[in-house]
């Protein structure tokens, strides 16, 4: 299972862009890199996630670097309503299951 | 937008009790997990269920949890005897498929032992 590291806290100003990075050094040439948010107690909400290349979609960016051992996920121009617990994975092959690490708190101020 | 669904959104039983935590999956997905948070803590994975067995499991789901898709459409978790630190929120999270599909997981229950 790969391990991820994240900082435990980040600061954002609003309409800023959100750099938020993640290192998984011990992820496997098939296992995604999946990035998750959860607000308050809420169920995690799926942002993004990626194998080798970077991604883009409505909410978000992911950069993944070219030796995978890292990531940045780019909230491009944050809100209030982003401040959450931001959680980077790797998920296992086989059945799929997370394995969440303490994640990044997020707040974005105003 | 299909959604995972949880129901009830907060249930209250005494230990050695038996609660049951039901989940709708979203349809046509394949692949359904439980996992819990206990306050403050981080999200742990419980167990993965598919083609009406378990997947995996973790060292949590020991003999007092099963799992069970009745009919079709619910997914349910069982604590047979709930034991006070089994206090936590539960989540359900559903995926349609292996290679690379994302989790959709559900809003919780909150789960209080007393």
């Known amino acids: 299972d790969a391990k991820t590291t994240q900082p435990p806290s980040m600061d954002c100003a609003e309409g800023r862009a959100a750099n938020l990075p993640c290192n998984h050094s011990t992820i496997s040439g098939n296992e995604y890199v999946y990035w998750y948010r959860q607000i308050h107690s809420q169920g995690p909400q799926y942002i993004i996630h990626?194998?080798?290349n970077n991604e883009t979609n409505e909410m978000a960016s992911l950069i993944i670097t070219e030796d995978r051992k890292s990531s940045t996920l780019i909230l491009p121009h944050a809100t209030l309503r982003d401040t959450a617990v931001y959680y980077c994975i790797g998920s296992t092959s086989g059945t799929y299951k997370y394995i969440f690490g303490t994640g990044t708190r997020l707040k974005v101020l105003a | 937008e299909p959604e995972v669904t949880q129901t009830p959104s907060h249930q209250v039983t005494q230990m050695g009790q038996e609660v049951i935590l039901r989940c709708v999956p979203i349809s046509n997905h394949l692949y359904f997990y439980w996992y819990r948070q206990i306050l403050g803590q981080k999200v742990e994975f419980l167990v993965s269920?598919?083609?009406?067995?378990?997947?995996?499991k973790s060292e949590i789901f020991d003999d007092q949890f099963s799992v069970e898709r009745p009919d079709g459409s619910n997914f349910t978790l069982k604590i047979r005897s709930t034991k006070l630190e089994d206090s936590a929120m539960y989540f359900c999270a559903s995926m349609p498929g292996l290679a690379g599909g994302e989790q959709y997981f559900g809003p919780g229950t909150r789960l209080t032992v007393t």
């Open positions: 990626g194998l080798k």
């Open positions: 269920f598919y083609n009406n067995e378990i997947s995996e």
